[in-house]
C-alpha cells in the first residue's frame, strides 16, 4: 500500500466551525489530490497540488481551502462547516502528472457536520 | 469533455459464477481508463488500467478489462467470483494534461453463498 496517512478518521463537528482535515505521505509524490465521496456521486475532485504551494481547484471546490507548506502534508481546511460538507474524504497521490498515471489512495476521513 | 457511465448501479451474482460490470466512457481524445475496488469502510485500491496499449487489460485478483473504441466501452470482468469480491467497483477516465480523474457512480457487487 502506498503510504498515505489521513487525520482525523473521524470526525464530528458543527456547522459554522472551521475544520481541517491532513494527508500526510512517505512517497514523496509530487503531486496529491483531495476527493469527497458521496452516495450516488462516486468521487468528486475538491482541490489538488503540483507542488508545495502550487495548488488549483477541482469541480467542487467551493467551501474548501487547500495548503501545501511541504512536500509531505496536504491540507484541506472547511473555514466554515455546513451540513453539505458531511461526507467521506480521501487523499490521493501521484507521483507524475499525466492521463496515463494512477493515483493512490488514503483510508479516509468520515466527516460529519451537525 | 470526458465523462464514464457505470451502466448498473448493483450486480449480484452466486459465487463461482461470471461478474460483469459495465462502463461506457466519452472522451474527446485517446482515453486512460482504470478500475477502482472499494471495500466497505476502505480506501480506494487499483484493480487495473488502459493507458492505450492492449486492449485486453489484466488486473489483480482475476479481473480483466476489454477496452472497445466503436462501442466506448471498459467493461470489467472476472469468471468466477469469490465471496471477497464483494465491494464496491469504480469507473474511472483520466481527464486532462494534469490527468484528473472523473468517476463513475460506482458499481455494488455483491456475492451469494
Known amino acids: 500500500d502506498a503510504g498515505i496517512t489521513q487525520s482525523p478518521r473521524h470526525k464530528v463537528t458543527e456547522t459554522g466551525t472551521p475544520v481541517t482535515l491532513r494527508c500526510h505521505q512517505t512517497e514523496n509524490h509530487r503531486y496529491m489530490y483531495w476527493y469527497r465521496q458521496d452516495p450516488g456521486h462516486g468521487l468528486r475532485l475538491i482541490h489538488y497540488s503540483y507542488g508545495v504551494k502550487d495548488t488549483d481547484k477541482g469541480e467542487v471546490s467551493d467551501g474548501y481551502s487547500v495548503s501545501r507548506s511541504k512536500t509531505e502534508d496536504f491540507l484541506l481546511t472547511l473555514e466554515s462547516a455546513t451540513s453539505s460538507q458531511t461526507s467521506v474524504y480521501f487523499c490521493a497521490i501521484s507521483e507524475v502528472e499525466g492521463r496515463r498515471i494512477e493515483q493512490y489512495f488514503g483510508p479516509g476521513t468520515r466527516l460529519t457536520v451537525t | 469533455a470526458q465523462s464514464v457511465t457505470q451502466l448498473d448501479s448493483h450486480v449480484s451474482v452466486s459465487e463461482g459464477t461470471p461478474v460483469l460490470l459495465r462502463c461506457n466512457y466519452s472522451s474527446s481524445y485517446s482515453p486512460s481508463l482504470f478500475w477502482y475496488v472499494q471495500h466497505p469502510n476502505k480506501g480506494l485500491q487499483l484493480l487495473l488500467k488502459y493507458t492505450s496499449a492492449a486492449t485486453l487489460v489484466k488486473g489483480i485478483n482475476g479481473f480483466e478489462a476489454e477496452f472497445k473504441k466503436s462501442e466506448t466501452s471498459f467493461h470489467l470482468t472476472k469468471p468466477s467470483a469469490h465471496m471477497s469480491d464483494a465491494a464496491e467497483y469504480f469507473c474511472?477516465?483520466?481527464?486532462?494534461?494534469?490527468?484528473?480523474?472523473?468517476f463513475g457512480k460506482g458499481t455494488k457487487l455483491s456475492v451469494k453463498p
Open positions: 474511472v477516465v483520466s481527464h486532462g494534461v494534469q490527468g484528473n480523474l472523473i
